[in-house]
């Protein structure tokens, strides 16, 4: 296309815009200066048009280039550059939250004869947005560099790389600085995006409940464990507050994304929950969590980073070996054990030289779980066999579960009484028995503490001691095989030592569960007492029972089965006393 201004009645040209008789294909020069999609003002150093139209024709000769729909310069031919200059073109906007983003600026000079290279620096300025600093910029330095003009160019683009965080700050600004006579410079705005963090110690607070239960928050830590609905973060750097956990657990009711691993740093944001595991009420403690539905998020901040286990244990930090307390009390971790085992809530915690108190469990799930006891000084009162002693005004609050969870870690394990699990590295949870437990996320070996079974007593009677022993019959009804009447007789005897009293559990009716509203138990026990007899000889015990006969299926137990506890006694040296059998009803 060629544009002509002519001048009188001789149509002398003024100026042309373009070249009579050529095809430029798109367009007439390049960049900024070209005649696509840009807005063309004449420089301010042409003081005369081109006459010529069929000259060879180039934009950057008499025409600085901007942006297109440039609007500011109609209507003043001094708007050209007559001198060095920059201005922002697109450096007022958000700086996302991760990689960087393009900052533009529009620099200019005042002819486009000959290649130059112009230098330029990065500061941070600004009155109204702070001023950025260099961990802004990508690198975390602030940008130098050059910007270079080709012949007969007079326009160039120069781009600043904002670096993306998820930091929560004000507005920064940023100043650009040509390296030229009179040091033109303009001006980019940094706009915070980020939501404010709250610290997870703030989230938890010290209480057994979230000061911000029911607020919406965001706040950012370290992955420490992973399960099928959710993940555990921690904060690296603690506060100085021992009452404040720095873990907590984020509830995203699904297996989180498989990019998220132990180790990312992540920024999450969801509404503070507390979650009841047992029964689902406010009768029993709680577990805080942060809640991802209903608009919450879960992003990798592309850092990651390690959290060092607390030590429980000798070396470390000592439970309480008392007082259990209770969440009604003033909550204090160093002498109460409920406040203690929440204050490190969610964090990941290593418990030194673990030691069994009792055999473990495992769940249908195929996942195991003992309670154990930290070794050394603070062990407690021990049985011989390495469990801890219950005793009046004494509830151990050392002792806590360890839980070998397969969404978390599949290193299923069976121990015993004194069997050592070594250093148990895990989180802290709250779990659905009411119970402190540490979820194991790094596998442990357990060392056979030697504990056998027991095939018989030494204990013995006489005539200053009874012997008493206790044995759980497993719902023993007449209609059950012989065999299972002979095993009982042979372990009371045998085992046992034939007790001057025996404590029977879960004795049924004589037709067991068959119905019909049979309640008596007469028919079972004479048979137990005549095995017994025949396995003891003639000079054995002679056992007699006594039973509270309960009321048709009100007891519990197998439907019809109308379960109870009897007592066998030997009446060569126990006689029951009179009156001592009472009725199902009575208080």
């Keep these: 296309m060629l544009q002509r201004l002519v001048s009188g009645s001789t149509y002398a040209n003024v100026d042309s815009f373009g070249q009579v008789g050529a095809d430029p294909g798109t367009e007439w020069g390049t960049g900024l200066a070209s005649t696509a999609d840009n807005t063309l003002v004449r420089s301010a150093t042409v003081t005369s048009g081109d006459t010529n139209p069929f000259d060879a024709f180039n934009p950057a000769d008499q025409w600085t280039g901007y942006a297109n729909d440039t609007t500011s310069n109609l209507g003043s031919h001094t708007a050209g550059p007559a001198s060095y200059g920059i201005a922002a073109l697109s450096a007022d906007k958000v700086e996302g939250d991760a990689g960087t983003t393009a900052y533009t600026f529009t620099v200019t000079r005042p002819s486009g004869t000959g290649a130059e290279i112009i230098s330029y620096t990065v500061t941070g300025t600004g009155s109204g947005p702070a001023a950025a600093d260099a961990e802004d910029f990508a690198g975390s330095v602030y940008p130098t560099g050059s910007v270079a003009f080709a012949d007969g160019v007079t326009s160039m683009t120069l781009t600043i790389n904002v670096a993306g965080e998820l930091l929560n700050e004000v507005d920064e600004a940023f100043t650009v600085t040509l390296g030229v006579p009179d040091a033109p410079s303009a001006q980019g ?11 997870i110690h703030d989230i938890q607070g010290a209480a057994h409940r979230s000061p911000l239960e029911g607020q919406t928050v965001a706040t950012i830590g370290i992955v420490t464990g992973i399960t099928s609905n959710g993940f555990w973060i921690q904060d690296p750097t603690p506060d100085a507050d021992a009452r404040t956990s720095e873990g907590i657990f984020v509830f995203t009711n699904a297996r989180p994304a498989s990019n998220i691993v132990v180790g990312d740093e992540v920024r999450v944001s969801g509404r503070v929950t507390e979650f009841f595991p047992d029964s689902g009420t406010t009768a029993e403690l709680s577990l805080t969590e942060i809640a991802t539905s209903n608009g919450g998020f879960v992003q990798r901040t592309g850092s990651t980073g390690t959290v060092q286990a607390t030590l429980i244990g000798e070396g470390g930090l000592l439970p309480p070996t008392v007082a259990y307390g209770d969440d009604t009390d003033q909550f204090d971790p ?11 809530e969610g964090m990941r915690v290593i418990l030194h030289d673990a030691v069994a108190t009792g055999p473990s469990d495992t769940s249908s799930f195929g996942d195991s779980e003992t309670f154990i006891r930290l070794g050394g000084t603070n062990a407690g009162t021990l049985t011989p066999s390495g469990g801890i002693i219950a005793q009046e005004g004494d509830s151990n609050p050392e002792r806590i579960a360890v839980q070998e969870d397969n969404r978390v870690l599949d290193n299923d394990y069976r121990a015993n009484v004194g069997d050592r699990l070594g250093d148990v590295t895990g989180v802290v949870n709250y779990d659905s028995t009411g119970s402190y437990e540490v979820i194991a996320t790094q596998a442990f070996t357990v060392t056979d503490g030697g504990l056998r079974r027991e095939t018989s007593t030494t204990l013995r009677a006489d005539a200053d001691h009874l012997t008493m022993a206790s044995y759980n019959a497993e719902n023993l009804a007449f209609t059950n095989d012989a065999s299972k009447f002979i095993q009982i ?21 004589d037709n067991g569960a068959a119905g019909g509203g049979v309640v008596s138990a007469e028919q079972t026990l004479q048979r137990l007492v005549n095995d017994i007899n025949a396995v003891a000889g003639p000079n054995g015990p002679h056992y007699a029972w006594a039973y509270v006969t309960p009321e048709y299926n009100q007891d519990g137990g197998q439907q019809s089965g109308n379960i109870r506890q009897a007592f066998l006694y030997n009446t060569d040296r126990v006689q029951l006393a009179a009156g001592a059998v009472g009725a199902p009803t009575m208080p």
Aim: net charge negative.
């Design 189 to 199: 705005t940094i706009r915070n995006d980020d939501i404010l963090l709250t610290e």
């Design 334 to 344: 160093a002498t109460q054990g409920l406040d203690f085992w929440e204050s490190l």
């Design 489 to 509: 007789a042979q372990q009371i005897v045998n085992v046992l030592g034939a007790p001057d009293i025996v404590a029977l559990q879960e004795v049924q009716d």
